[in-house]
T-cell receptor, first 114, second 113 residues
Framework: ETGVTQSPTHLIKTRGQQVTLRCSSQSGHNTVSWYQQALGQGPQFIFQYYREEENGRGNFPPRFSGLQFPNYSSELNVNALELDDSALYLC?????????????FGPGTRLTVL | GDSVTQMEGPVTLSEEAFLTINCTYTATGYPSLFWYVQYPGEGLQLLLKATKADDKGSNKGFEATYRKETTSFHLEKGSVQVSDSAVYFCALSDRQSGNQFYFGTGTSLTVIP
């Protein structure tokens, strides 16, 4: 059984650019959540996708957007990058959207904005 | 809104010492509570969970009891090992807040031989 994978591992962008991060969910999981983890902090919820629809959103501006595909893989897009967007971006998949379900995390994408 | 407050670290213990990492929460509904662990160089992984009041989650010698009256979910282990050195995150998920997960800031534990 393949776990959650994310690409790329590391990324360097400049302020104002746009970035797309990718996530493949664990086999059989229909729900994907995205988190931003700043250095020394806990993960902050960005949004969740359940069966290709956004199913909840944290306190992030609209320039953070996402997609989920029919195979339940997902993308996180960030437009107009700012220096504060530098962080580890985590993707997590779960069997269903219920809050009691364990979330399985990928290794993350480290984004640096210069 | 929902939130999790975690004991600040870093925590350094000798092998076989008793561990407690405090976690308290605020939630609008009836949340599920989790402890996640991040070992050096690895991703977050679930350590244990509890989905209702008075439930006790346990795994690998770690335990935590869901205490509704004190809104707490403290992590304990009777005898830590060097291999327990990691960052520990308390988290909650509340259906009334859209099932999103709220994480604490993490507590770094180092166990020395």
């Amino acid at each position: 059984e393949t776990g959650v994978t994310q690409s790329p591992t590391h990324l360097i962008k400049t302020r104002g650019q746009q970035v797309t991060l990718r996530c493949s969910s664990q086999s059989g999981h229909n729900t994907v959540s995205w988190y931003q983890q700043a250095l020394g902090q806990g993960p902050q919820f960005i949004f969740q996708y359940y069966r290709e629809e956004e199913n909840g959103r944290g306190n992030f501006p609209p320039r953070f957007s996402g997609l989920q595909f029919p195979n339940y893989s997902s993308e996180l897009n960030v437009n107009a990058l700012e220096l504060d967007d530098s962080a580890l971006y985590l993707c997590a998949s779960s069997l269903d959207s219920g809050g009691y379900n364990e979330q399985f995390f990928g290794p993350g994408t480290r984004l640096t904005v210069l | 809104g929902d939130s999790v407050t975690q004991m600040e670290g870093p925590v350094t213990l000798s092998e076989e010492a008793f561990l407690t990492i405090n976690c308290t929460y605020t939630a609008t509904g009836y949340p599920s509570l989790f402890w996640y662990v991040q070992y050096p160089g690895e991703g977050l992984q679930l350590l244990l969970k509890a989905t209702k009041a008075d439930d006790k989650g346990s795994n690998k010698g770690f335990e935590a009891t869901y205490r509704k009256e004190t809104t707490s979910f403290h992590l304990e282990k009777g005898s830590v090992q060097v291999s327990d050195s990691a960052v520990y995150f308390c988290a909650l998920s509340d259906r009334q807040s859209g099932n999103q997960f709220y994480f604490g800031t993490g507590t770094s534990l180092t166990v020395i031989p």
